[in-house]
């Protein structure tokens, strides 16, 4: 016992903790300390028991989870998965709080089965597995954008298409890391982007809006039969996958998942390849596994450049870990240095 991962379970409906703290316990290597039934208890009892994660409800009365969130990290920082509702304000709170420092979020399915199937309880432990090993970004680092107003941008993006493209592949923490990327690359970029963020359907049109709100670049969700010119960015559908033709024409489809995600970070850098060739530059952030190190792979072979974050800025050092190791990055940097050097490879690009 003294080895599993300590969960403190926190949502207002005790049907809800009673039936995710049953869950939880229902698997290997994880316990449940105790719950919570709103944030000011929460923080009480994560200062006491010190959890190593906490499941956390975005809808909450008296202080809910965005604020319960913001004062968890400024006060006890610990590993947070958020609990979320596909409803508009539950996905655009869930937004709000991978950018405030939530590890992940799981999709409640609904009130009264808040966790679904024996499947669904599955992917929430192994949520909850993977939030307890995230690297926590000290509050400082926390982007000044954030608070601030919209960026200033061209007033009509998007007039020249795109001769090259730079693909951005993220995962867990990759919200986070993508608000501290995008905003930063400026209006008149010689590229268009294309931005895989291995995310649910329902979510990546929040993202997407979010990105907008903060960058001099355009940033929309993806749709079939657009066109990507320059200064114009867009983020993968969530549950598709995204491609693009020679003609700078976009296209989702619903093939099986590659590397057991849909959206594939490879997908796109290979749809991106084919239709570019050495006009391509790929950057790979923060997330588990090794999507990315194929895509990547076909980048260099065609004479493109490749970024991977340094793992010191890591939520989780697994993608980027892959590629560098695999021999494919041109450049390891830091997450404050990222954008910096997009400007700077790019120049080496097509």
Known sequence: MSSDIKVLVVDDSAFARLAISRELRAGSSISVLDSARDGVEAIGKIKQLKPDVVTLDVEMPNMDGLATLDKIMSECPTPVVMLSSLTGAGTEATIRALELGAVDFFLKRAVANPIGDGGDADGLRNKIILASKAKLSPRRTMPAMLASVPKPRKAVPGTQPATRVIVIGSSTGGPKALYQVVPNLPADIDAGILIVQHMPPGFTGSLANRLDQLSHVAVKEAAPGEVLYNGLAFVAKGGYHLTIDKGGVLGLNQNPPVCSVRPSIDVTMESVVQ????????????????????????????????????????????????????????????????????????????
């Open 275 to 350: 239709a570019f060739g050495k006009s391509v530059l790929g950057v790979v952030l923060t997330g588990m596994g090794v999507d990315g190190t194929r895509g990547s792979q076909q980048i260099k072979m065609q004479g493109g450049k490749v970024i991977a974050e340094d793992e010191s800025t890591c939520v989780v050092w697994g993608m980027p870990k892959s590629v560098a190791e695999s021999g494919y990055a041109d450049r390891v940097a830091p997450l404050p240095e990222v954008a910096e050097s997009i400007v700077d490879l790019l120049r080496k690009v097509g």
